[in-house]
């Protein structure tokens, strides 16, 4: 095929070139008038060769050879070239106004001024080269505890263009970010565990909005998922949890219609026969009669079956014994702060919210965060584009422990609302435990890009994200008794080892971005960028600047008053040296000033 392509080629341009040279010779020579036609057959020739060319070029066969030609080049990681194709912020910039759909309206010379972080994320830094992450990208995080990953994720937080949704079991989201994000929007902080005894600014009663059929199940769903120590895709397991999801779906509706409180809902669960007649007088108002079969089902179920269903339901209601996590719920509290989605996505706001490490709260935090999330999935569909503008973050830092929320259908669907989705784990093994193998291998799959910290020690998932990472070609040089070079040996080695990724220095990473071989990067941490210490230098200098004006302000005080007093010592002197001049009145006691006054009356 080569040599076929190579002969088309050489007569498609020798034919033009002898087309020409007849053309130009004298006209009594034979033959002259074809020399059109040596021009026609040359292109086609050409055509022809360019065709071929192509197809062999575009052939599985060269693909493949391409390929492995580059991992020969750069030992299997990503060259410069594909990291500019796939990853650069001049890629970003190719598909600007389909992530920002308001940068349609804007001529092409004005959107070159449109910053790139408007509407893609830095993940990290190749050398010279920056790697970029679309905002409907989901981007996914793993390593062991205190490798870097909560500073990571604070750093996305704070390039984030529009409203932030943050998850956290400490406070260095809030100590690191609150600086910059309170530049944009609002902070509000929804503490439902007393996390250093932080006092929560929202309120969020899980059952807002459950008077919709929809939103109840979606609710139900929430808190079961928050309560269960594990999840997963086991038989049992899902069986029991579809049982209490469905009658906690219906109890919720009925305590909604019946405006009535969680606690009612805590003690229909504990005691199904006492609240019985209640619950069914409640749903006789509900419009759905599939939810007064449900609870039908649940109470007149045998005491076993209701046991299991009622022990499976309790986790997601244990938030009701804490007092800290009943006042963030709205519950005691005479004027609760209600919480407006939609506000918070026009204002650009920012929400933080903590959960503690024992997980009690976990439904609590579960059921806001998929609130914010599926409000705001309602909203982009009502946009024209069907995207939010500018894009909602999640940033979900220790997302297994503390805000299971279904991130296996989430991840597949968010990220075309404009839902931007950070991830953060300690091991796939985490993921495993929480969303079952199915749940795991869905996220991994609709993860654009996955950053690899170190300190995972599992040898099972090192083995996997080695085979992730890939292999690449070595050649080692063979010896003879004697010492002599005899020749090479070609092997196929993988990329990394399990030891290389296990000993990942701070800083780091792996990035497994999709379209392009993976690369390793440097992160950096959110309390080492510029603009994060100049909002923290600003917070330290506010009280004293504001004690500065007081001061200041004291000191001008206190000169005014010393100016007056001063003043007012010298204007008797000064009037009797003027003779009344200042004031247009003779000076009392001065008796020439009243006899010459006296003469002029008369």
């Not at 929007?185 to 909005?209: E, K, M, S």
């Not at 903590?354 to 609130?371: D, I, K, S, Y």
């Amino acid at each position: 095929m080569a040599g076929l392509i190579s002969r088309l080629a050489a007569f498609g341009l020798l034919l033009p070139v002898a087309g020409v040279m007849l053309r130009a010779a004298p006209a009594y020579m034979p033959g002259r008038g074809y020399w059109p036609w040596l021009v026609v057959a040359g292109l086609v020739l050409l055509i022809g060769a360019g065709s071929l060319l192509r197809h062999r070029w575009a052939g599985s066969q060269a693909t493949v050879g391409r390929w492995a030609r580059k991992s020969k080049r750069n030992s299997g990681m990503a060259s410069t070239w594909q990291i500019l194709r796939t990853a650069s912020w001049l890629a970003m910039r190719r598909k600007a106004k389909v992530l920002r759909p308001s940068l349609r309206r804007l001529p092409w010379w004005r959107r070159m001024f449109v910053p790139t972080r408007a509407y893609a994320t830095p993940v990290a830094r190749v050398g010279w080269l920056r790697i970029w992450t679309p905002c409907e990208d989901v981007t996914l995080r793993m390593g062991g505890p205190r490798c870097g990953k909560s500073g990571e994720i604070a750093g996305r937080m704070v390039d984030a263009a529009g409203p932030v949704i943050a998850t956290s079991t400490r406070t260095d989201l809030i100590e690191h970010t609150k600086g910059c994000r309170a530049k944009l929007g609002p902070l509000y902080v929804f503490n439902p565990g007393g996390v250093a005894d932080l006092p929560c600014t929202i309120t969020f009663d899980p059952l807002t909005g459950c008077t919709d059929p929809t939103t109840a199940s979606e609710r139900a769903a929430d808190l079961i998922a928050g309560g269960s120590a594990a999840g997963g895709d086991s038989g049992e397991r899902k069986h029991w949890a579809d049982l209490a999801r469905l009658a906690l779906s219906a109890l919720l509706h009925a305590a909604a219609i019946g405006e009535a409180g969680m606690r009612d809902v805590l003690g229909w669960v504990a005691d199904p026969d006492a609240g019985a007649a209640e619950v069914r007088q409640f749903l006789r108002r509900s419009t759905e009669p599939s939810f007064a079969a449900a609870a039908e089902q649940f109470l007149t179920n045998n005491d076993r079956t209701r046991s299991s269903v009622c022990s499976t339901i309790m986790p997601a209601l244990a938030w009701l014994t804490n007092a800290t996590a009943c006042q963030a719920a709205g519950i005691g509290v005479v004027d609760p702060a209600g919480f407006d989605v939609a506000a918070l996505l026009a204002n650009a706001g920012t929400v933080y919210m903590l959960g503690a490490e024992e997980g009690q709260t976990a439904p609590l935090l579960c059921a806001l965060t998929g609130h914010i999330a599926r409000q705001a999935r309602k909203l982009a569909v009502l946009q024209p584009s069907g995207r939010l503008d500018p894009p909602l973050t999640l940033a979900l830092d220790e997302a297994a422990l503390i805000a299971p929320v279904p991130l296996d259908r989430w991840t597949a669907d968010m990220g075309g609302r404009n839902v931007t989705i950070h991830i953060g784990v300690q091991s796939p093994a985490q993921l495993r435990q929480r969303w079952g193998d199915n749940g795991a291998g869905a996220i991994a799959n609709n993860t654009g890009t996955l950053i690899i910290f170190g300190g995972i020690t599992d040898p099972r998932d090192l083995a996997a994200l080695v085979t992730l990472v890939g292999k690449r070609e070595e050649h080692t040089p063979t010896y003879d008794a004697a010492g002599n070079l005899t020749g090479y040996n070609t092997a196929r080695v993988d990329v990394l080892t399990e030891a290389q990724i296990r000993e990942l220095p701070f800083g780091k990473v792996i990035i497994i971005r999709r379209g392009m071989p993976a690369v390793i990067g440097k992160v950096r941490m959110a309390w080492r960028r510029h603009d994060v210490r100049q909002a923290k230098r600003a917070e330290r200098w506010a009280p004293r600047l504001q004690r500065l004006t007081i001061l200041t302000g004291q000191l001008a005080s206190w000169s005014g008053a010393r100016t007056r007093q001063a003043a007012g010592r010298a204007a008797p002197q000064l009037r009797r040296i003027t003779g009344g001049a200042l004031t247009g009145r003779p000076v009392v006691g001065d008796s020439t000033s009243a006899g010459e006054g006296s003469a002029d009356a008369a």
